[in-house]
T-cell receptor, first 110, second 113 residues
Framework: KNQVEQSPQSLIILEGKNCTLQ??????????LRWYKQDTGRGPVSLTI?????NTKSNGRYTATLDADTKQSSLHITASQLSDSASYIC?????????FGTGTSLTVIP | DAGITQSPRHKVTETGTPVTLRCHQT?????MYWYRQDPGHGLRLIHY???????DKGEVSDGYSVSRSKTEDFLLTLESATSSQTSVYFC????????????FGPGTRLTVL
């Protein structure tokens, strides 16, 4: 069964600290994997998009990694800011279907 | 929000009444999608469209219908709303099915009493 699982479900960190969010998937075939940030009351916004051949991709303080062999991805946030408080969603695309994780809720406190 | 609007943004209705949600895009993207988002679930696909008058079902299509008479508009209809359809509904667009990018609208919060 095609599934995308994210961990942890929720996370609280102090401002300025780093954190890593995990995404494990069983989706096949694999076309690409994206990380989205969803602020409360808003639609998801893309952070990074990775294809099979890409191991790492950065977008400012966000760095995503992909291990296609183990079907794992991570999103690393460096020097967190209060504005990073949001839900982070991992999405795997097979080429004709999108599979969504349930998200990690991140809260950054001062 | 990449030229996507949804209307209404909030709606409260009663069980058994019909409800139509509208998604409008200005990007001329071919693909449009309707998702619902509920606590404990990821975004779940209701229906999608791959062109004018071309639509297909997603994983949670029961109780919903869609129509796309113009490239820019994608309508989601609940023929007879039920409390289980209380949710936040998101519209999304993409240029291709294997797109590296899927843009989401701001969402519509629907409450069925």
């Amino acid at each position: 069964k095609n599934q995308v699982e994210q961990s942890p479900q929720s996370l609280i960190i102090l401002e300025g600290k780093n954190c890593t969010l995990q995404c494990n998937y069983t989706v096949s075939p694999f076309s690409n994997l994206r990380w989205y940030k969803q602020d409360t009351g808003r639609g998801p916004v893309s952070l990074t998009i990775m294809t099979f051949s890409e191991n790492t991709k950065s977008n400012g303080r966000y760095t995503a990694t992909l291990d296609a062999d183990t079907k794992q991805s991570s999103l690393h946030i460096t020097a967190s800011q209060l504005s990073d408080s949001a839900s982070y969603i991992c999405v795997v695309n097979t080429g004709n279907q999108f599979y969504f994780g349930t998200g990690t809720s991140l809260t950054v406190i001062p | 929000d990449a030229g996507i609007t949804q209307s209404p943004r909030h709606k409260v209705t009663e069980t058994g009444t019909p409800v139509t949600l509208r998604c409008h895009q200005t990007e001329n993207h071919r693909y449009m999608y309707w998702y619902r988002q509920d606590p404990g679930h990821g975004l779940r696909l209701i229906h999608y469209s791959y062109g004018v008058k071309d639509t297909d079902k997603g994983e949670v299509s029961d109780g919903y219908s869609v129509s796309r008479s113009k490239t820019e508009d994608f309508l989601l209809t609940l023929e007879s709303a039920t409390s289980s359809q209380t949710s936040v509904y998101f519209c999304a667009i993409s240029g291709t099915l294997d797109s590296h990018e899927q843009f989401f609208g701001p969402g519509t919060r629907l409450t069925v009493l």
